[in-house]
């Protein structure tokens, strides 16, 4: 699986866009890009998920730039609730195991 | 929505001791996977049960770790004579038959060994 490159940390002014940046270089044309975060004390859950297009569903969306090498998770409108560290993850279509790493670390202030 | 379930949520332990975790996961799910949690990093992939028939297992997986999926309902992760290093928070995750589907994770039994 292609390795992922993540800020360590963002801040977001709370009811802003947050725009978490995620570069994959060497990702392969089958190998999709997941969102998981994971709030302080709980399992990671997740948010999204694309190969190609940009996807959005009730949570986020998802830009992935045309020659795929890298991506951006946009919260719309953040909350207090959103604060938590967001993994970006490379999959191939027939993996199963998802290999994290150290995430965005997004702190949301009032 | 029952989600998926870990037993215990908090574990304390003396090294060398054995201890045992359970994982239940959603009912219709027929993959099941363990991941383990040290403090400040990602989750790391440990094992994957499709059914009962457990598929792959990392090297992170030593001879003192074990998993089961009898029945290929729900899963128990076993470590054997713990040592300190062992201290993390072990997640269990689950997903429907296919893909590339989303995982469901518990919220983890965080094991400490004193």
């Known amino acids: 699986d292609a390795k992922t490159t993540q800020p360590t940390s963002m801040d977001c002014a709370e009811g802003r866009a947050a725009n978490l940046p995620c570069n994959h270089s060497?990702?392969?044309?089958?190998?999709?890009v997941y969102w998981y975060r994971q709030i302080h004390s709980q399992g990671p859950q997740y948010i999204i998920h694309?190969?190609?297009n940009n996807e959005t569903n009730e949570m986020a969306s998802l830009i992935i730039t045309e020659d795929r090498k890298s991506s951006t998770l946009i919260l719309p409108h953040a909350t207090l609730r959103d604060t938590a560290v967001y993994y970006c993850?490379?999959?191939?279509?027939?993996?199963?195991?998802?290999?994290f790493g150290t995430g965005t670390r997004l702190q949301v202030f009032p | 929505d029952t989600g998926v379930s870990q037993n215990p949520r908090h574990k304390i332990t003396k090294r060398g001791q054995n201890v045992t975790f359970r994982c239940d996961p959603i009912?219709?799910?027929?993959?099941l996977y363990w991941y383990r949690q040290t403090l400040g990093q990602g989750p790391e992939f440990l094992t994957y049960?499709?059914?009962?028939?457990?598929?792959?297992k990392s090297r992170l997986l030593s001879d003192r770790f074990s998993a089961e999926r009898p029945k290929g309902s729900f899963s128990t992760l076993e470590i054997q004579r713990t040592e300190q290093g062992d201290s993390a928070m072990y997640l269990c995750?689950?997903?429907?038959?296919?893909?590339?589907?989303?995982?469901?994770f518990g919220p983890g039994t965080r094991l400490t060994v004193t």
């Open positions: 694309g190969l190609k």
């Open positions: 049960f499709q059914n009962e028939a457990q598929l792959e």
């Open positions: 060497t990702i392969s044309g089958n190998e999709y």
């Open positions: 009912s219709e799910h027929n993959r």
């Open positions: 995750a689950s997903s429907p038959r296919g893909g590339p589907y989303e995982q469901y």
């Open positions: 993850i490379v999959r191939l279509g027939n993996t199963d195991k998802l290999i």
